[in-house]
């Protein structure tokens, strides 16, 4: 691989990784709130991707308002979520809610197919469709957006959770739900912010992620996977470490992609995520059984 | 009050349920539905499997169709393209699939709770991916053809009627065997260690190896599961392992009731006439209305369905005995 390749692998790698990135925040910040891991956060960068792609195109909507409307709408779909499959199952076990979060992600995802059909759609470019050059790589503008919008959120929900009423109570949830309750925090709002904030996150993913990558009723899947793996990096607890860890897996499966060599092929491209999951959740296996909570 | 169903009437209702298992895949009955007769047998030993390791020992696997799916590519492999005996080959693939969760079970089962589950859906789709990447030992995405069927002598089982048996051969000895387990000293053993780790620990039960042994079981079992099913269909191809495969086992197990070994039929049998039968009818509305279920069953009834069936039935036996008790 000369460097110009390399740059160029890693250019894309970074991108990717950025969506991953933001998958795995959206995880992060529900399973802190709530303990729960949501399957369905994958469904969000779906459903951000052809909301936008169907107000754009089918309702006729100028692109930023198409693409505000599409993430309050996915912010609106979390809520849905909460309120309806997550809060009136009282008492669930993990298993329990693991399956319900995974039987909400397929419906959303048959629910899409129903409305949009099963066709690839491709929003249009935030700045039209062009490419500058850097350390010998071809970037895309669009590439650039996505990398900017993951460091613009991922600053801003750090200052959030840092200096702001709502993010501190958020993250006293987050360290203990008993004592948050105690000094008045109503956990259960929490959690229903965290579930739309996580959906908006994802949403944020699909409408960046559609113009360069396009979008269809199925692409939930593997990216909430991937998204899943950032986060487990991060121990489903920091929020930094999912965005170096959705970047890492990024930029690791581009590279071994590039490399086209024995099992670094792109046939087994996404395996190279679980593999690195599997590690990462072995390596800190006796780390991670003192803290999770029994049950 | 469960003493009270035991005895007469403990007997009697298991004799129907052999008898009307025996009928099943004749014509008068109901041998038009042979062939989903045998899924859902097939179904209930991966079942019962992940019921005893869920249900009675309290871990969680999300990747259990990995082994089902092991079980089925060592079987049609060997079987086809190595022209290994069938039999010998569904052996094969039992103890290698067995001998690789023990490899990976020590590792894994430090794990716990969501970290547990996460791990084995990891492994899950790792192998999937590698059943349909290795094109030139599984036939890739498109799957394999062409695998014998299992034969005895010069009696091979090549109708549906004729599997019929041979499957619900395996699926009841299994069921008898794992309801020896349960009621053993190692099924205390694992009663112990679903209360309390620590507890268990500390009465000098080895908890790790337990957890592992259960598991290498359960491995077992998917692989017989997996063989049965390529030397039925005598087709096999990766979908069917998928990672929605691994939750439909864990479904299953869920609507039997975790801790109930016979509950794995009735697990095995609803989900299989819901996907085989009901929602067919449905187009492509099919897998809305599964999720749908999926969500609902578990808010609603996460104790499973055949559990909340066998509470009703017990409180109605109650109060019968009552009214008769009274003068």
Known sequence: MSSDQFVQYLVSGITQGSIYALVGLGFTIIYAVTNIINFAQGEFVMLGGMISFAFFHSVGMPLVPAILLSILIAAAIGAVLYLLAIRTAKRASTVSLIIITIGAAIFIRGIAGQVWGKDFVRPPFFTGDGTFSFLGAYIHYQALWIIGITAAVTILLHLAFSYTMLGKALKACAISPVAAGLVGINARTMALISFMLAAALGAIAGVAMAPLATASYSVGVMLGLKGFVAAAIGGFKSQIAAVVGGITIGVVESLAVGLDWGPFTSAYKDAIALVVLLVILLIRSSKLAKEERPG | ?327
């Open chain 2, 1 to 327: 009050m469960w003493s009270v169903v035991k005895g007469r009437w403990h007997w009697g209702a298991i004799a129907l349920m052999l008898a009307i298992l025996f009928s099943v895949p004749f014509d008068w009955f109901l041998g038009e539905y042979t062939t989903l007769a045998i899924f859902i047998g097939i179904n209930t030993i991966v079942t019962v499997g992940l019921c005893l390791l869920m249900g009675y020992t309290g871990q969680v696997s999300l990747g259990q169709a990995a082994f089902y799916g092991l079980g089925a590519y060592i079987s049609a492999i060997l079987s086809k393209t190595y022209d290994v005996n069938p039999w010998l080959a569904m052996f094969t693939a039992a103890v290698t699939t067995g001998a690789f969760a023990y490899v990976i079970g020590y590792p894994i089962f430090r794990l716990r709770g969501n970290y547990l589950a996460m791990a084995t859906l990891g492994l899950g789709m790792i192998l999937y991916i590698l059943f349909r990447q290795m094109a030139q030992y599984t036939g890739g995405p498109d799957g394999m053809a062409g695998i014998p069927y299992l034969s005895v002598g010069g009696f091979a089982f090549d109708t549906p009627f004729r599997r019929y048996f041979l499957v619900w051969g395996f699926c009841l000895s299994i069921l008898l065997i794992s309801q020896n387990i349960v009621n053993s000293r190692t099924g205390r053993a694992l009663r112990a260690i679903h209360g309390s780790e620590a507890a268990a620990e500390s009465v000098g039960i080895n908890v790790a190896q337990f957890k592992v042994k259960i598991f290498v079981l359960s491995a077992v079992y998917a692989s017989l599961a997996g063989s049965l099913w390529v030397h039925h269909l005598r087709f096999v191809s990766p979908q069917p392992f998928d990672f929605l495969a691994s939750v439909v086992i864990v479904v299953m197990a869920v609507i039997g009731g975790l801790a109930s070994i016979w509950g794995a039929i009735f697990g095995a049998a609803t989900i299989r006439i819901l996907s085989d039968e009901v929602l067919l009818r449905f187009g492509e509305w099919d897998v809305i209305i599964y999720g749908l279920i999926l969500m609902l069953v578990m808010i609603f009834i996460p104790e499973g369905l055949f559990v909340r069936l066998k509470k009703i039935y017990e409180w109605l036996r109650f109060k019968y005995a009552q009214k008769r008790a009274e003068p």
